[in-house]
Each structure stands twice: as C-alpha cells, then as structure tokens.
C-alpha cells in the first residue's frame, strides 16, 4: 500500500469544522482513499472512503485534490464524540487488508 | 445496525497456556479479518479469511496463531502457546466485498497474559 502522511495532532472548539489532512503523493490509480476512525476503548470504525470525487455521507465529508495527492477528511461540526484517532488509508481496489498508521489524534474541546 | 460481535471482551491467562477469541461476524458478510493493537501502538494485521481459507497473513501470524470458521457463523482466533506479548487488544472484522466499502470491527477483547 502507498504511503500517507497525516499530523500526529490536532485540536477543535467543539461545534466548529474540523479539517483534517493527508497526504499521499505516491498513490496510484486504483488506490481508494479510505478513513477510519478510532474512539477510546473500541475498534476502528469506518468514516468514509473515495476514489476521485468529494464524497459525503452522515458522518463527514471527504475531499480530494484533482491530483489525488493529498485529501482532506471534514467534521462539518465537531462533537465531543468525536474526539478519536482519524486514519487515512490508502487501499488498492484488490482483497487487500487495510493497513492503519499511526493516525491523527483529534482532540475537542467544550 | 448489524454490529461484529466479540467475546470475551476481556481475557486472562497463563504464560504458554492456549487462547481461542470468538467473533460472530455481520451475518452477510463474506470476508474476515482479525487484527490487534499492544497499547499504545499501531492496529496490526494478522490474518484475512474468505472462503473458508486464509487469503492473507502478516508476519505477526505465526504458527503459534490459526483460525476458524467452524459453523458459518463463528469465527475465532486460536493462539496455542501464550507469551507475554501477545497481550493486547484483538480486534475481529468483516466485510462484505473485500472491504471496498468498509470493514465492521468488533469492540476487540483485550488479552493480558501473565
């Protein structure tokens, strides 16, 4: 799997957006951008996950660059709830396992 | 909304004792996968499982580990011989087609041996 590189931390106001970013510059063309998200004490979870386009769904946006080389994962309004670690994965269209980093770690705060 | 279920949440055992993890995945799905986290580190995977075979194995998973399907609905993790750092969380997972629309973990059980 191409690499991804996403900041260690990151800190929001509650009730803000939180933008968080990764950049992939070595991805390919078959490589799916896919982000998880892991809150205290439980398994990752699933966020969202694109190819090209910006996607949305309930949970966040996610947009990516017309290059594909970087994205960017949007919490249109940060909760207590989602304070966890965001990963960034990049997954080749194949039965490959995701493989996480080390994530960012998202803090909010009231 | 279906959910990956896992027991023991939390497991105690003896140095070079054997361990079997249990996960009963979402029903429809047809790719499995176990993975673990040693705190404070990085989620490691071990093994994915589709058709009744591994198709995937990291180099964590030696033969000290094996899986299991062994009712169509169960699917567990065998460690034979606990050592002292294979305590940590295990995670179960599954997908539906490859994971191309996301994996489901479980809420992991967390293995300390002593």
């Known amino acids: 799997d191409a690499k991804t590189t996403q900041p260690n931390s990151m800190e929001s106001n509650e009730e803000e957006p939180v933008h968080l970013p990764c950049n992939h510059s070595?991805?390919?063309?078959?490589?799916?951008i896919h982000w998880y998200r892991q809150l205290p004490s439980q398994g990752p979870e699933y966020v969202i996950h694109?190819?090209?386009s910006n996607v949305n769904n309930r949970m966040a946006s996610l947009a990516i660059a017309e290059d594909r080389k970087s994205s960017t994962l949007i919490l249109h309004r940060a909760t207590l709830r989602d304070a966890a670690v965001y990963y960034c994965?990049?997954?080749?269209?194949?039965?490959?396992?995701?493989?996480f980093g080390k994530g960012t770690r998202l803090s909010v705060i009231a | 909304e279906p959910e990956v279920t896992q027991t023991p949440s939390h497991q105690v055992t003896q140095m070079g004792q054997e361990v079997i993890l249990r996960c009963v995945p979402i029903?429809?799905?047809?790719?499995f996968y176990w993975y673990r986290q040693i705190l404070g580190q990085k989620v490691e995977f071990l093994v994915s499982?589709?058709?009744?075979?591994?198709?995937?194995k990291s180099e964590i998973f030696d033969d000290q580990f094996s899986v299991e399907r062994p009712d169509g609905s169960n699917f567990t993790l065998k460690i034979r011989s606990t050592k002292l750092e294979d305590s940590a969380m295990y995670f179960c997972?599954?997908?539906?087609?490859?994971?191309?629309?996301?994996?489901?973990f479980g809420s992991g059980t967390r293995l300390t041996v002593v």
């Open positions: 029903s429809n799905h047809l790719y």
């Open positions: 994965i990049l997954r080749y269209s194949g039965n490959t396992p995701l493989v």
């Open positions: 997972a599954s997908s539906l087609q490859g994971g191309l629309y996301g994996y489901t």
């Open positions: 694109g190819l090209t």
């Open positions: 499982f589709y058709n009744n075979e591994i198709s995937e």
């Open positions: 070595t991805i390919s063309g078959t490589d799916y």
